[in-house]
């Protein structure tokens, strides 16, 4: 069956560290992938979308990898911030009967302290 | 101001009382969706829609029944709410629903008592 896994765990760090966040996935051949942030009780933001043939897209101090041979992703966020405290999701493509939706990782929460 | 708007933010309802939570988008996406997100369960996609002529089931369906008549609406209807779909719902949208970005509402808190 199709699997998005990241870490269940919470990811500590300090500040000014560099962050990195995995998702792996399984029997998905995903056209691209995307991440987004997720704060407490509100809605995912959008971050970043990597397609298959990217190795590498950065934002700002974001970073995101793709490795269509592990079946792989990091996020890395540079010099952290405790305003990057937040929850982390991954998010790939799946085709419906031709049609093309996302599907979502349970997310990463991160904790970056000062 | 481009954005998706949910209502309502908050709702509580007893078993089987029929309720509809609207989404509605300003920014003439074609694609809409609705999510639900549960503790140690993530965002689970309940229907989906990629244009007012298509509309087919996520991962999660039933229970829910869906509408598009209009570009920028998607109510999710719940005709008989059970306390197991007590959840976040999540509206989302994009322009095409192909390697695009999902814009998210703000949100339904849903207890059904």
């Known amino acids: 069956s199709q699997k998005i896994e990241q870490n269940s765990e919470a990811l500590n760090i300090q500040e000014g560290k560099t962050a990195t966040l995995t998702c792996n996935y399984t029997n998905y051949s995903p056209a691209y992938l995307q991440w987004y942030r997720q704060d407490p009780g509100r809605g995912p933001v959008f971050l970043l979308l990597?397609?298959?043939?990217?190795k590498e897209k950065r934002k700002e101090r974001l970073k995101v990898t793709f490795d269509t041979t592990l079946k792989q992703s990091l996020f890395h966020i540079t010099a952290s911030q405790p305003a990057d405290s937040a929850t982390y999701l991954c998010a790939l493509e799946r085709t419906y009967s031709g049609y093309s939706t996302l599907t979502f990782g349970k997310g990463t929460m991160l904790l970056v302290s000062p | 101001e481009a954005q998706v708007t949910q209502n309502p933010r908050y709702l509580i309802t007893v078993t089987g009382k029929k309720l509809t939570v609207t989404c509605s988008q300003n920014?003439?996406?074609?694609?809409m969706s609705w999510y639900r997100q549960d503790p140690g369960l993530g965002l689970r996609q309940i229907y989906y829609?990629?244009?007012?002529?298509?509309?087919d089931k996520g991962d999660v369906p039933e229970g829910y029944k869906v509408s598009r008549k209009e570009k920028r609406n998607f109510p999710l209807i719940l005709e008989s709410p059970s306390p197991n779909q007590t959840s976040l719902y999540f509206c989302a949208s994009s322009l095409t629903g192909f390697n695009e970005k999902l814009f998210f509402g703000s949100g339904t808190q849903l207890s059904v008592l």
């Open positions: 829609s990629m244009n007012v002529e298509v509309t």
């Open positions: 920014m003439n996406h074609e694609y």
């Open positions: 990597i397609r298959e043939n990217e």
